[in-house]
């Protein structure tokens, strides 16, 4: 099992809809960060939040940081094709600062 | 500044061969990565490397891998004997801090025969 998990695992849907995608774990993180990667790349760092409640938007992209800095979410407003790739979150627990995770990621395709 | 850069983009071998995996980081990161991604097992940390030191390599499958990192501006991953389960694409990434933003290179993709 992975210490962090997403859902949903996949999701198609059409240009001009809304969602969200979760990240989710048992333990306490001291940040997480999302990151997105296109087919053929490696993933590309989106937003990082640290505080507990915090939210921080990136145009039509809006990111939470839960209070207790257990989980984390992704609002996409109006997607677009090019909003399509895989999301993921990772971070560094408050347990252990040695040790990285990334989650399971969230396959998104936004239909023209 | 060229970014992470990886080496060689496409290998193909047949099982058995030595593989080797070459990674140029970002120069004046401290931290390097050697990540895995496949459809089966998503992206999935190896081991890192903290001023050449590696830190945490409990990703790393069994022994038939290993990485060094001789000096700030190189690191290496190895398979030895290559199996066709390794196929797979290889990421480095490397960061200022553990925290910092993690810049990724494109890839190795390795197909063992």
């Known amino acids: 099992t992975q210490l962090l998990e997403q859902s949903p695992q996949f999701l198609s849907i059409q240009e001009g809809e809304n969602l969200t995608v979760y990240c989710n774990s048992s333990?306490?993180?001291?940040?997480l960060q999302w990151y997105r990667q296109e087919p053929g790349e490696g993933p590309v760092l989106l937003v990082t939040v640290v505080t507990g409640g915090e939210v921080k938007k990136l145009k039509r992209l809006t990111f939470q940081f839960g209070d207790a800095r257990k989980d984390s979410s992704l609002h996409i407003t109006a997607a677009q094709p090019g909003d399509t790739g895989l999301y993921l979150c990772a971070g560094v627990t408050v347990y252990n600062f040695n040790k990285f995770y990334f989650g399971s990621g969230t396959k998104l395709n936004v239909k023209p | 500044d060229a970014g992470v850069i990886q080496s060689p983009r496409h290998e193909v071998t047949e099982m058995g061969q030595e593989v080797t995996l070459r990674c140029k980081p970002i120069s004046g990161h401290d931290y390097l990565f050697w990540y895995r991604q496949t459809m089966m097992r998503g992206l999935e940390l190896l081991i890192y490397?903290?001023?050449?030191?590696?830190?945490?390599d409990s990703g790393m499958p069994e022994d038939r891998f290993s990485a060094k990192m001789p000096n700030a501006s190189f690191s290496t991953l190895k398979i030895q004997p290559s199996e066709p389960r390794d196929s797979a694409v290889y990421f480095c990434a490397s960061s200022l801090g553990l925290r910092g933003t993690q810049y990724f290179g494109p890839g190795t993709r390795l197909l063992v025969l």
């Open positions: 490397f903290n001023n050449n030191v590696p830190i945490d």
């Open positions: 333990s306490v993180f001291s940040s």
